[in-house]
C-alpha cells in the first residue's frame, strides 16, 4: 500500500545569522509563499537581497515543496548577498 503524502508541511528558513522563520505550506503550493513570510519576518533583510536554498540546490519561487520532496521540518538556508566588499585604494 502506497504512503499517502501529506497534504501540508511546516518549512524553516535558517540564515546566517540564526534566523529562524517557520511556514506552513501545502505541498503543491509554490514556494514563493516561504520566501516571502521570511523577508516580511526578519528586521534589516531586504526584499530581494539573497538566495535560498535547499539540500544544496537554489529554490526558485515557482517551485513547490512536492516537487522538491520536502518533508515537514525541512530546512531552507538563506543566504544574504554581500554587496561590496572591495578594498578601498
Known amino acids: 500500500k ?5 497534504l ?3 518549512l524553516k528558513v535558517v540564515d546566517q545569522k ?6 506552513a505550506i501545502r505541498t503543491t503550493d509554490k514556494l514563493q509563499a516561504v520566501m516571502d ?12 537581497t539573497g538566495t ?10 515557482w517551485r513547490t515543496p ?4 520536502m518533508e515537514d ?3 531552507i538556508d538563506f543566504f544574504e548577498q554581500q554587496v561590496g566588499g572591495g578594498l578601498a585604494a
Do not use: I, W
Request: aromatic share 14%.
Open 8 to 10: 501540508f508541511v511546516t
Open 2 to 6: 502506497p504512503a499517502v503524502a501529506p
Open 73 to 75: 521540518g525541512d530546512v
Open 52 to 61: 535560498f536554498h535547499f539540500d544544496a540546490v537554489r529554490v526558485v519561487g
Open 37 to 48: 513570510m521570511y523577508y516580511s519576518k526578519v528586521p534589516g533583510v531586504e526584499y530581494g
Open 66 to 69: 512536492a516537487e522538491l520532496q
Open 18 to 23: 540564526q534566523n529562524l522563520v517557520r511556514h
